[in-house]
């Protein structure tokens, strides 16, 4: 039934801005770039950005993870950018360190490191 991760959409309140912070973390220009939409693929897979904020409310109850090959050093670029941790980095066994942290637009983001 449910296949991969395809695409995780990100509401933001500056797009403009939040195109930029993730231009300058994921080290990517974006795909497809208009005033209602931003997209960047990652390796196969959709970041977008979103500045229709009709019926969103901030929250962090579902959290999608993004792999990274070394956490420590994802978690060290993102904070000086403007991220904050949410969950700090946690070796969760098998093999498998995850963290979370909230970028500067309110969105929780999950990162994972399978060693």
């Not at 909230?102 to 399978?114: A, H, Q, R, V, Y």
Request: charged share 25%.
């Amino acid at each position: 039934m449910l296949k991969k991760l395809r695409t995780v959409i990100y509401h933001v309140d500056d797009l403009q801005k939040a195109k930029k912070w993730y231009e300058l973390v994921t080290g990517m220009q974006p795909y497809f770039d208009e005033s209602f939409y931003v997209g960047f693929d990652i390796n196969g897979f959709e970041l977008g950005l979103d500045p229709d904020l009709t019926g969103i409310r901030e929250g962090n109850k579902n959290i999608a993870y993004w792999a990274v090959d070394d956490i420590q050093s994802c978690v060290d670029k993102l904070i000086p950018a403007g991220a904050v941790i949410v969950k700090d980095i946690a070796n969760v066994g098998g093999g498998i360190k995850v963290a979370a942290i909230k970028d500067p637009f309110g969105n929780t983001i999950g990162l994972i490191e399978e060693t």
